[in-house]
């Protein structure tokens, strides 16, 4: 295995519990039936957006094909956001990846000006639970972008400390010929009440933790894998409709035979055996059946060659700060130019 001095407020629209009912921290006046848990609203209170949604993740032969499917969890709900990380990893974000200050337009995205991971620093050792060092800096630099956030909600939350705030699907090769990887990196957050009066609460995120879902465990079969946030999300999986041999599915194996071959690996427990161009042109032809209505984004990524949209977001990509030690054949998220 590899203190500030800005006047906070927290309207609770909807409850965060245990069963991962959706959530926003808000700083407008809810509407009924949770009027009773509004607040009074100052202009500098701090607002969270939720990114919900799904990642599904086919490691085949010599590529990763991965893709992302918006579900939003509340009505200001934000995509699911897709990130360089380095040079051999991506990650997509769910949960609270955005944040806004209602006096400032621009908000605070946890996606933008992250300094890329070039080599594992030695201050991170990792622990059991945690990545190997690599990883752990990746997520020591998401912790350092969250806690000033986090600090900033000084009132009792209704959530589960085993909840988390922001969840990050890491998709990659790891160093060492130890090839493809797929983690998730869960934030939770933990309040102490630090006076009697006022109900002021103390409110911190907690270091990340780290769960690997590819590669398996050894003789474990290799199939596709997912991860959703909310976690609770009801449904199966894109690997359980394949094992079932759902119906939509079987009906594109008689329109293209050649997705046949890939059906086999996947329930065989080989998908890392199944031909790269035919995964990719089944993920593309079976996400909008299981998707339905929402929007997904898809792309593969190659230890050699990089990273490549297939179904790019829609919304513009916005210029990035580069890291001056990034070498210039380094893959990147950009769309290429329409000429």
Not at 42 to 58: F, K, P, S
Not at 124 to 136: H, K, N, R, V, W
Not at 257 to 277: E, M, T, Y
């Amino acid at each position: 295995m590899r203190g500030h001095s800005q006047s906070v407020s927290l309207c609770l629209r909807v409850t965060f519990s245990r069963t991962f009912t959706p959530f926003l921290l808000c700083g407008v006046l809810c509407a009924s039936p949770f009027d009773a848990l509004a607040q009074e609203q100052h202009e500098d209170e701090i607002v969270a957006n939720l990114a919900g949604g799904r990642a599904i993740v086919h490691v085949a032969k010599d590529v990763i094909v991965f893709a992302a499917i918006d579900q939003p969890v509340e009505r200001n709900s934000i995509p699911p956001r897709v990130m360089s990380l380095d040079t051999t990893h991506i990650g997509i974000l769910f949960g609270a990846a955005e944040w806004r200050i209602p006096a400032d337009p621009k908000p605070i995205r946890l996606d933008r000006n992250f300094q890329h991971v070039t080599r594992g620093d030695p201050r991170y050792q990792s622990t059991p639970g945690e990545g190997e060092t690599d990883l752990e800096t990746m997520g020591v630099a998401f912790l350092e972008k969250l806690r000033p956030l986090v600090a900033q909600l000084n009132h009792k939350l209704d959530f589960s400390s085993e909840d988390p705030i922001l969840q990050i699907v890491i998709i990659g090769y790891a160093p060492n010929d130890y090839g493809p990887e797929v983690w998730v990196v869960e934030f939770r957050m933990e309040q102490e009440q630090v006076a009697t009066r006022g109900e002021y609460w103390q409110t911190r995120v907690q270091r990340p933790r780290f769960t690997q879902l590819y590669p398996p465990e050894k003789h474990a079969p290799r199939t596709i894998v997912e991860s959703r946030y909310l976690p609770d999300a009801k449904g199966p999986t894109l690997a359980e409709l394949i094992q079932g041999n759902d119906p939509h599915i079987t009906h594109l194996v008689s329109a293209e035979p050649r997705f046949a071959k890939v059906l086999d690996n996947i329930r065989g427990g080989q998908a890392q055996k199944a031909a790269p161009i035919d995964s990719a042109d089944f993920m593309r032809a079976v996400l909008p059946l299981i998707a339905g209505n929402a929007t997904f984004v898809l792309g593969t990524m190659d230890e050699r060659h990089g990273f490549e949209w297939l179904v790019p977001p829609e919304e513009p990509v916005e210029k990035v700060q580069e890291d001056k030690n990034r070498p210039p054949e380094a893959p990147t998220l950009r769309r290429t130019p329409k000429p």
